[in-house]
Every structure is written in structure tokens, then in C-alpha cells.
């Protein structure tokens, strides 16, 4: 590798309070939760890949 790799910053008071909350709402979806959030976000990205003109890119 080119570069060390960087230690992981520490999360203290509220930034830990909304990671830990973010990190137990995630690990709760069921698998159709996730497959519509996945198709969401392709959804999303083919808006913006036709929006900006970007043929060469696919998303899968």
C-alpha cells in the first residue's frame, strides 16, 4: 500500500448518541427494508446519471 491506513476517529457525546442510534435502526430493517432502500437509492442514481448526461456509467 502507498499509505498507512488512519485510525479511526473516536465519537464522543451526541456524534456517539446518533451513531449508536443509526447503528441499532439498521441492524432492525428486515431484508425488504433493505431491498427497497437498495432500489431506492439505483432509483436515485439513474435519476441523476440520465440528469447528467452520464451514459458511460451503469448502475446494477
Known amino acids: ?3 498507512p491506513w488512519k485510525e ?3 465519537l ?3 456524534d456517539a448518541i446518533r451513531f449508536e442510534k443509526e447503528m441499532e435502526r439498521v441492524d432492525n430493517m428486515s431484508k ?3 431491498r427497497a432502500n ?4 439505483r432509483k ?3 435519476a441523476i ?3 447528467w448526461n452520464m ?3 451503469k448502475f446494477n
Open 1 to 3: 500500500m502507498k499509505f
Open 32 to 34: 425488504e427494508e433493505r
Open 38 to 41: 437498495a432500489e431506492a437509492l
Open 12 to 14: 464522543y457525546g451526541e
Open 49 to 51: 446519471r440520465q440528469k
Open 8 to 10: 479511526t476517529p473516536i
Open 44 to 46: 436515485r442514481c439513474e
Open 55 to 57: 451514459e458511460s456509467i
